[in-house]
C-alpha cells in the first residue's frame, strides 16, 4: 500500500512473472541470514509491484480488497490472474523507507487462481473486534514476523471492526512497531534492572553496529554517523522528548532499531537501558532503508557479549572501538549524560562542528 492522494492508495502485491520454487525468501527478511547484499537485491529485482488504486476509506473495490487480504492471511504461495498490456524490464526501484523491488506495474484487477492455505492462528485474531494493539502484540507473541503483522494492517485486518481502514505501508510500520514499544515498555517496567553493564558487536553489509547495554528503565538511544564523499553527517534519536530526533531518515531507522531491541528485551525479561552506535560507510547500503538498522541490531544482539564493569571501562571501550571517535559521536548532545559518562565537555577536534 502507498500513498496517492489520500483517501485513494495505490494498493497490491509483490510477484514475480515467474514461478520460483523458492519465491517466498524474496519478501522474507527473516530467512536472508548469511546472504549477501548482491543476493539479496537481485531476489528483490524479480519482484514487480503489480498494483491497483483502491479507496482506503471505503474499502472499495471490494474484490480486490479482499483478495489483497486473503494474500496477506496466507502462508503458502499464491498464483494470480493479472490484465497488463506490458511488463517493464526488471531493474531496482528505491521505495523510501522500504526495501526495493522492481517497477511498479499498473493492473486493472487481481485475481486470486489458486486456494491458499490460510493461517488459521492470523485468522483467529483478525476476526477479533478488538484493538490493533492487542491484535499486534498477539501476533508477534506468536512469532509472526514485523512484516507479516504490517502487511495484515495495511490490508485493513487489524483494529476494531468498525474502525479499520487500509493504510499506507510506511504508516503501517510506524503504527505497528510504536504500539509493540508501548506494550513492551510497559511489560519491562515491572521486570528486575540488569546487574551488568555489557557491549555487542557486529558487522552487517560494512556498517558497523556497537551497542550498549546498561542496568535501568527500558530505553533505546540510537545515533548512526556516515563518512561519504569525505563528509561526516550525524542523527540521533533519543527516547526522551526532551531531544527531539534530527531528522525523519535517522527516526525510521531508530524505530526499526528499536523493535529488534525491544523484542530482545522482552525475550529476556530484564530492563536496560541501551545505547545504539550505528556507522554507516557504503552508499550501497542506503537502497536497503531502514531493514539494514533492524538487521544489524539483531545480528549484533546475538553476538556474545563483551561485560564491562565500570564507566572508566565503559569510556575506554567505546573510545577503542568507535569510528569516528566518541567526541563525534557526543558533541553537542546528551549522549554522555545518558550513559553515565559525566556529560562533560569534549575538547575540540576535527567533529566539533559536526553538523547533524
Known sequence: ???????????????????????????????????????????????????????????????????????????????????????????????????????????????????????????????????????????LDYDYSLDRVVRLMSVGLLGKLANRRLVPMKSAYKAVIDSFI?????????????????MHLANLFGDTFTIIMQPGEPRVDYVRIGQLGGKTSRGTSFEDLKYPDTDPRTSVFADHARFSIYSELVREKTSYHVTVFHSFQDQRNAILGPWIARAGVKRALETSPVFLDSETNVRTILESVLRPSLDAWAHDTPLLERLGLGGESLSNGPFATLAN
Open 182 to 198: 508501548s506494550r513492551a515498555v510497559m511489560e519491562l517496567v515491572e521486570k528486575p534492572f540488569a546487574d551488568a553493564t555489557k
Open 1 to 139: 500500500m502507498q500513498t496517492n492522494k489520500y483517501p485513494i492508495l495505490s494498493g497490491g502485491v509483490l510477484a514475480s512473472t515467474e514461478p520460483l520454487e523458492w519465491l517466498s525468501i524474496y519478501d522474507h527478511p527473516e530467512a536472508w541470514e548469511g546472504l549477501n547484499r548482491d543476493a539479496i537485491l537481485s531476489m528483490r529485482r524479480h519482484l514487480y509491484q503489480f498494483a491497483i488504486s483502491i479507496n482506503a476509506r471505503d474499502m472499495q473495490p471490494r474484490d480486490t480488497v479482499e483478495s489483497l487480504q486473503t494474500i496477506a492471511l496466507s502462508v503458502t504461495p499464491v498464483v494470480l490472474g493479472v490484465e497488463v498490456t506490458s511488463v517493464p524490464s526488471r531493474h531496482l526501484h528505491t521505495r523510501g523507507g522500504l526495501l526495493p523491488c522492481s517497477p511498479t506495474v499498473q493492473v486493472k484487477s487481481l485475481d486470486v487462481l489458486s486456494d491458499p492455505e490460510i493461517s488459521n492462528v492470523a485468522k483467529r485474531i483478525t476476526e477479533k473486534d478488538i484493538p490493533a494493539s492487542e491484535s499486534i502484540w498477539s501476533l
